[in-house]
Each structure stands twice: as C-alpha cells, then as structure tokens.
C-alpha cells in the first residue's frame, strides 16, 4: 500500500474517529469514505485527508483529518495512534499530524510561501514572510472542542477547523470586517 491507500486507512479511522472529541457523529450509524486532499511537504509523510461521514438518520459531515506516516513507532505519539498499515516496504505507523512537532512546521511554511499543495491553498496575511514563525516548536491546545488549535512558541497560534463546511469560516469573516473598521488588536485580515 502507498501512504495514499484510502482502503488500509478508512478501518483504522472507523475505529479511531470517535474517540476524538472533535467528531460530532459518536453513536450514531455512519458509513464513511476518506479522499486524500493534498500532501504537505515534511520530514515524515504528511497526507490531509477528506473523511466523509454519511448517517443513515441526517446529513453528511466532511472532516479534515491530517495524517504522518512514519516507519518506526513514536513513543510521544502514542496517544494519537491510528494504527499501523503493512506496506510493501513494511509497517507504518499512523498518526494524527497536529501532535507531531517535527511536521508541524509544514503548515507554515505553506503559508510563508503561499503555496498550493493538492487541493490545498495556503494564504499568508501576515505582511512579511518572516513574520510566520516556522522555526518555532508547536503545541496542542487541549481546551477546544471542536477543533484543534496549535500555539507556536509565544509567537503564534494556529487553529484547524476538523469539520469542513463550504463558504467562508465566521472567525476569518468577523475578522475581516473589524480589519476594514480599522481594528488593530486582532490579526490583521486584508
């Protein structure tokens, strides 16, 4: 299998996805489907994934779940396993991308850079590349909810919305507005 093998991954993220507080479907009856959406350019295989969740009693949800694959196990990681997958060059383990430091970096420099990564296109508001911190060491946030929210050093911080919708995000939207108005304790959005 490649790191792009959706039919080895969906079991270890049927298993895996409702234990995460983020998912909104526990107990329900669901069928899912994941889609590689793009890969992001790091020390270890990083792949976003779209998982689709369909219920048998509402509406689909789509989330975004980003994925390291590494070919030893990582004893930090350990609490965000998905499993392991044998691949033609041996096993990988699976883990969740947002909780691996030596990847992280890999969703700034896309930002620093501006750059298009599959179905993925990275922004950059910030005036000046070097305003992006991509040498800093990242770290979860454990108070969220719905989402997954990453400080990088004192510096910066970094939220990842798991549940994708279409249009624009209210958070970018308010922010936006209040960057018109003249707003200048907030991130700056043009």
Known sequence: MSHHDPTHLA???????????????KGRDATLSVTPLAD???EHPVTLWAVRVEYADGEPETYQLPLVTRTEPAANLEHVLLGTVE??????????????KEV????????????????????????SPDDI??????????????NTSMVFGDV???????RL????????EV??????LGARHIPVVP
């Open 40 to 42: 992001l350019p790091a």
């Open 165 to 172: 919708h279409r249009g624009v995000n209210p958070d970018i």
């Open 133 to 146: 911190p991509v040498h800093e060491p990242s770290l979860v946030l454990s108070g969220e909810q719905s």
């Open 175 to 180: 922010q936006a507005v209040l960057s018109r």
């Open 11 to 25: 079991p270890l993220v049927r298993k895996w996805l409702p234990t995460q507080r983020w998912f909104a479907g």
């Open 156 to 162: 910066a911080i970094m939220k990842v919305f798991r």
């Open 104 to 127: 992280t970096p890999a969703w700034l420099a896309g930002m620093q850079e501006d750059s298009v990564a599959g179905a993925v296109r990275f922004v950059r508001y910030a005036e």
């Open 87 to 100: 691949t033609d060059d041996g096993p990988v383990w699976v883990y969740d991308a947002l909780h691996d």
